[in-house]
């Protein structure tokens, strides 16, 4: 299986949905995702994701 890079496009799977977001930072078991933006709060919509659990879209 590869790994993301940053600036990659993965999709997963968040409670029941399936998900698109971009890479921001890889750690050694996940990498961290930006998946779309808040309007209640005004901030990004970020999450870890495990490497197991995600499918590259592109690069």
């Keep these: ?10 999709s997963f799977k968040r409670d029941g949905k399936e998900l ?3 890479v921001s930072a890889i750690r050694e ?8 933006f808040s309007k209640d709060k ?3 919509l970020i999450t870890v994701v495990n490497h197991k659990n995600y499918k590259i ?3």
Aim: net charge negative; proline share 4%; hydrophobic share 35%.
């Design 1 to 10: 299986m590869a790994t993301a890079k940053i600036g990659d496009v993965i």
């Design 20 to 22: 698109e977001g971009e």
């Design 29 to 36: 078991n996940s990498v961290m995702v930006n998946y779309g």
């Design 42 to 44: 005004g901030e990004p």
């Design 57 to 59: 879209k592109k690069s």
